[in-house]
């Protein structure tokens, strides 16, 4: 059964950092890309980063870019998203999640985790 | 960047409707187009990717169609555990993607 459980949301002052990490189990972690989300209380879902199988290509949401970090250790079939400078706007449940690529259907996302919360206030 | 606009943002049905939910791109995305349902204080599940695909395990009273700009999400017999609120996703600038704002559906 494919698992994944993020861990590390909290309470930030602006200006802090946080450290997401979600492990996964179930599946062959190193042969997926996989992606951070993020959903702010009351909101929509947001695509925040992703990064390929080998941790080679790594892309992010403007908003975010040049603050936040995707990492991924295949070993501990763990993701990280290293969270600095965090504005109160960065405020949101944040889950991990698989990403597929499928020849015709193209890319989507068919496990998610249950989520960790980042709340940013002062 | 590809923008997804929804409609309606919220709608109140009745068990046993046809439901219809209209997702719009900004640009031709072909069929690069997912649909989740998402219930609250549950994280998303994928419904149909590739505008039209029902994924295993999801019934068949859900059905989606479009190609290019225009693509709609369909629920014939809708039932009590339907009412949630469904994104559009799109996948075709991956490896960076999009939603819409989202649709919720209530009972009526």
């Known amino acids: 059964e494919v698992q994944l459980v993020e861990s590390g949301g909290g309470l930030v002052q602006p200006g802090g950092s946080l450290r997401l990490s979600c492990a996964a189990s179930?599946?062959?972690?190193?042969?997926?890309?996989m992606t951070w989300f993020r959903q702010a209380p009351g909101k929509g879902l947001e695509w925040v980063a992703n990064?390929?199988?080998?941790?080679?290509?790594?892309y992010y949401v403007d908003s975010v870019e040049g603050r936040f970090t995707i990492s991924r250790d295949n070993a501990k079939n763990s993701l990280f998203l290293q969270m600095n400078s965090l504005k109160a706007d960065d405020t949101a449940m944040y889950y991990c999640?698989?990403?597929?690529?499928?020849?015709?259907?193209?890319?989507?996302?068919?496990?998610w985790g249950q989520g960790t919360l980042v709340t940013v206030s002062s | 960047d590809i923008q997804m606009t929804q409609s309606p943002s919220s709608l109140s049905a009745s068990v046993g409707d046809r439901v219809t939910i209209t997702c719009r791109a900004s640009?031709?995305?072909?069929?690069?187009l997912n649909w989740y349902q998402q219930k609250p204080g549950k994280t998303p599940k994928l419904l149909i990717s590739a505008a039209s695909s029902l994924q295993n395990g999801v019934p068949s009273r859900f059905s989606g169609s479009g190609s290019g700009t225009d693509f709609t999400l369909s629920i014939s017999g809708l039932q009590p555990e339907d009412f949630a609120t469904y994104y559009c996703?799109?996948?075709?600038?991956?490896?960076?993607?999009?939603f819409g704002p989202g649709t919720r559906v209530d009972i009526k």
């Open positions: 640009q031709n995305i072909i069929n690069y």
């Open positions: 999640a698989r990403e597929v690529n499928d020849f015709w259907s193209g890319r989507m996302f068919d496990y």
């Open positions: 990064i390929k199988q080998d941790g080679s290509e790594k």
């Open positions: 996703q799109q996948s075709y600038s991956s490896p960076r993607f999009t």
């Open positions: 179930g599946f062959s972690f190193s042969s997926y890309w």
